[in-house]
């Protein structure tokens, strides 16, 4: 069974940095990306940024703010979060799959439980 779990989430504010962590169990398909989303309640789940075979694919919103690493040897994957705002308050989820495109949630297989993150003002 494949296990994702999320950690480092908490309350900051606003201008302060987060990082966040992932780390995957019971992953045996290769090539597989990782990708971190978040989700406010109400709101589709939306696509922040992926590590993949070729390289990094971020969403536009995110550039020049949010970064992943991947370590290999422990298939850990971090996110890290900076300049934080209010609109950033969400719930974090890593996730794992092959997707045709990067950024969109129903391309991925597995998810961890999420990390909420909620930044003030």
């Known amino acids: 069974q494949v296990h994702l779990v999320e950690s480092g989430g908490g309350s900051v504010h606003a201008g302060e940095s987060l990082r966040l962590s992932c780390t995957a169990s019971?992953?045996?398909?290769?090539?597989?990306?990782l990708a971190w989303f978040r989700q406010v309640p109400g709101k589709q789940r939306e696509g922040i940024i992926c590590i993949a075979r070729v390289g990094t694919l971020v969403n536009d919103r995110f550039k020049g703010r949010f970064t992943i690493s991947r370590d290999h040897p422990t298939n850990a994957v971090s996110l890290q979060m900076d300049n934080l705002t209010p609109e950033d308050t969400a719930m974090y989820y890593c996730a794992a799959g092959n997707p045709v495109q990067a950024l969109l949630a129903p391309g991925y297989k597995h998810w961890g439980q999420g990390t909420q993150v909620t930044v003030s003002g």
């Open positions: 019971g992953l045996t398909d290769e090539p597989y990306a």
